[in-house]
């Protein structure tokens, strides 16, 4: 008799708030039959809700192949499988590797996407990271560490367009980070961490470039954070001038006349 196989299933956990997984996601790891999950920045609690029986890997102490055999396997077994990785799946998660594996064994995958901790942050902060007069842009990047970034990616460059940016696994670099940013940004640009958004022990330290590294190493966050960049970080503290077209009442679109469309 032949065995009814499941697509093996990367899933985005989100940030840390177990409430910000997917339906779909969410879906998935109560059906599961063996999870395997990225270490301590999952939220445990979005594996009590598994059905009996399931197994549970803690992917934080194994190696690529490791991993692997796990997920093939499990699919061999006819297993539904979930690979749960968090915030985002495609954002640093190491995910690539781990598909061109399942390819080479002719190992059907899908990927559910998660909230990544970008966007958690915004929210957190209650903040836009796009608006009109200040930055229509997000960068989200990382300084080199074991993995290589490439050249035109330094955070120099990134600086210099002087856009809304995000700087992911770098807080460990405080100093460093500013002083790459400060080619770009001038002193007075608002800065933000956040260290484990969504946790019970979240914290948010708000500064401007020239304070902020004081600030982080005072508040002793050294891994897990988020560092976010840009003037539309300050903005609530401005006379802003400029709003959206979007809900301008002289502003034409698919669904209002206004009565100008420029
Ligand atoms: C391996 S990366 C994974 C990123 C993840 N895929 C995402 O989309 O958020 C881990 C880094 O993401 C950031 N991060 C992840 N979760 C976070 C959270 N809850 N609060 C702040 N930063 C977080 C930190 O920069 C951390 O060092």
Redesign the pocket.
Known sequence: MSVHRFPVSFV?AG??DPELITVKGSRLLREADRIVY?GS?VPVALLEGRKPGAEVHDSAGLALEETHRLLRDGYAAGMRVVRL??????????IQEQMDLLDRDAIPCEVVP?????F??AAALRQELTLPDISQTLILT?MAGRTPVPEAESLESLASHGATLA?????QRMEEVVSRLSAGYPPHTPVVV??????PD?VIVRGTLESIAGQVRASGIR?????MIGDVLGARDRDRKTRSRLYDETFSHGFRNGSADT
Do not use: K
Not at 85 to 94: E, I, R, V
Not at 194 to 199: D, F, I, N, T
Not at 223 to 227: D, E, G, L, T, V
């Open positions: 985005g940030p840390g990225a920045l990785h968090t915030g985002d799946p495609s954002l640093y998660g190491a998660g909230v990544s901790a970008v958690a942050t990382r700087v992911y696994l770098s807080v956040a260290y484990r958004v969504g946790w979240q891994r897990q954070a988020i560092i």
